[in-house]
């Protein structure tokens, strides 16, 4: 079992930045695949970015590229989100996932979920 804890959400301007982070605990040697999604009230929840594999390749989604940059410390199984730019679309609770395969952009495909933080900007 993998075990993700959220922090770094908060309350922002427009225009502002949030770092985000994960916190993993438990079987952190099997994670291939970390990522990043959001949820907004009465909408689905949506795919940000996910880093995947020994090469730490990325992807993003097209509302946030050259916004959010996902990262990872391996040392302290931790995964960041970097989110510059920030705009009133972006308001949403936060969540990480993580699996021990390869994956992409669905969320059904992740195993492991943490609680969640939430993301507010003002415009």
């Known amino acids: 079992q993998v075990q993700l804890v959220e922090s770094g959400g908060g309350l922002v301007q427009a225009g502002g930045s949030l770092r985000l982070s994960c916190a993993a605990s438990g079987r952190t040697g099997s994670t291939v695949t970390m990522g990043w999604f959001r949820q907004a009230p009465g909408k689905e929840r949506e795919f940000v970015a996910r880093i995947m594999g020994s090469d730490d390749l990325t992807f993003y989604a097209d509302s946030v590229k050259g916004r959010f940059t996902i990262s990872r410390d391996n040392d302290k199984n931790t995964v960041y989100l970097q989110m510059n730019s920030l705009s009133p679309d972006d308001t949403a609770v936060y969540y990480c996932?993580?699996?021990?395969?390869?994956?992409?952009?669905?969320?059904?495909?992740?195993?492991?979920w943490g609680q969640g933080t939430q993301v507010i900007v003002s415009s």
């Open positions: 996932a993580a699996d021990r395969r390869p994956v992409y952009t669905d969320y059904q495909q992740y195993d492991y």
